[in-house]
């Protein structure tokens, strides 16, 4: 039996998706068959609006409404601290608590060069030219890239480049005001975990990032 | 920070879909904003042509292109034969080896008690008229819904529907051709198996089903 043109379609388009396999791209495919028009007109709008609903925030390169974004204009944010991250979703996951009140930069992505992804594919020379550009001065730059082997080495080149904006420990005494502080997001056990279950990696990170009992 | 309404729109319409959580619903829409507009807009088609571009068959009920579908109106399957599933995915997988060469007939899903579906909401008067409508002659019935507890019960609420129609040891010898055997698809333990992991109903299953060695 030959399968419908419209739900072979469907069923194609669903499984170009990430972590959507043909199996569950045929399950997802019959169930709209099921689901009123207007729902799926819904859904249709949905998807084709996606990019023309969204801006790309030319200073954070997030993805918002505005451009400058939300945060980026926002007056009571603390300009002098930029949070780089990898993808929007990062911003929106340390948005959730409220607790930074610095800018963000969205890199896009990470240094990977098994999937072919260098150093220019991503938002870095665009960061160096913000902080570079930056007349107010920055005082602090958290890499918050993942913890994982593609996101430390994305922190370590940025913090390479960095180089030339790093405060040395002489500057501050100097008086020197237009270096700042690179530093990386803390790493260690996550809230909940286990040492017993703990990987080794993830240990000695935890005892290197110890801090004063208080 | 707020997420901006196309993205949330889209989220949310991934959400509905089963399976998918927020997380991976926000993990497919953050995808898609990387990808081309032109395959957006492809996406978008699939999903609003999806009904438009299927029809369910008046006959055996499954989706297809024509009415009657393809399997209905050939003429080389044999008719006398008819094959009663719960789902149209089910008709393309039983299609997927070749080997059955009769008609189906689609439930559109099981009785469900706990979810409010009764017989009334499934396809099975339509099975009944269908059968009594059949002036060729029908020889027999395959129960091949699920072998879950839906399943089963629906299986044997339509056994039990059709009894006014099922061969009697007697009717044979009497050349009463209206009456036809009534099956249920073979259970027991499926290619590959270990009876050592096999749960205790299906191994149950296997030894009620066995059949002769040839």
Aim: aromatic letters at 6%; hydrophobic letters at 35%.
């Amino acid at each position: 039996m030959k399968v419908p043109k419209a739900i072979q379609n469907l069923i194609e388009s669903f499984e170009r998706l990430p972590g959507i396999g043909p199996k569950t791209a045929q399950r997802l495919t019959f169930y709209l068959l099921h689901v009123p028009q207007e729902e799926l007109d819904h859904f249709s709008q949905s998807v084709q609006g996606l990019k023309r609903g969204t801006l790309i925030c030319s200073s954070c390169f997030t993805v918002g409404e505005t451009d400058p974004c939300q945060i980026c204009s926002d007056p009571t944010r603390d300009s002098s601290i930029i949070c780089v991250v990898e993808q929007p979703l990062d911003v929106m996951a340390l948005e959730k608590n409220g607790k930074y009140t610095g800018l963000y930069h969205v890199l896009h992505g990470k240094i990977d060069p098994l999937n072919n992804i260098g150093p220019d594919e991503i938002f870095i020379k665009q960061l160096i030219e913000r902080i570079r550009n930056n007349e107010l001065g920055i005082r602090e730059i958290i890499l918050a890239t993942n913890p994982t082997m593609e996101g430390e080495a994305t922190a370590m080149y940025i913090a390479k480049k960095l180089g030339e904006f790093k405060m040395q420990p002489f500057d501050s005494a100097q008086g020197k005001n237009s270096k700042c502080k690179i530093s990386r997001i803390g790493r260690g056990l996550p809230v909940g975990a286990d040492i017993e279950y703990a990987d080794e990696v993830t240990l000695q990170r935890a005892m290197e990032g110890r801090s004063d009992y208080s």
